[in-house]
């Protein structure tokens, strides 16, 4: 295995209960390296089915210090169902390189606000 990716855990399911509905959360550990500094952060994501973005928490980029490329026009935001979130458009990415076990990807996340998880990986 290559030194220079670093390791992380596996996939891990969660349940939990919401209103009376029962949520099933997929999430997993990866390192992302910011390429301003080299510096790298493990975080956990939250696996997302159904969300079509690969997002990060503006808490999350401020506590890092990841440097922000705002967005030539900014994209909205929907909803599940369709409605347009109530946080506003997105107007900041952040270029990072992904690792997960030997894979690597060097893409740029969405940054938006009020979320509870700090990396969402949309799978769509």
């Known amino acids: 295995m290559n030194a220079d990716v670093p390791k992380a855990e596996e996939k891990e399911e969660r349940v939990r209960k ?55 026009r900014p994209m909205n935001m929907r909803n599940v169902d369709g409605s347009l979130n109530k946080e506003g458009p997105i107007e900041h990415t952040v270029e990072v390189n992904i690792y997960y076990q030997r894979y690597r990807e060097r893409t740029e996340i969405d940054m938006i606000r009020e979320q509870k998880w700090m990396v969402i990986l949309g799978m769509l």
């Open 18 to 72: 919401v209103k009376g509905k029962t949520l099933r959360e997929v999430t997993m550990k990866i390192r992302l390296k910011r390429l301003d500094t080299q510096e790298r952060v493990m975080v956990e994501t939250l696996l997302d089915s159904g969300a079509t973005e690969l997002v990060m928490s503006s808490e999350f980029v401020k506590k890092q210090g990841f440097k922000l490329k705002r967005l030539e």
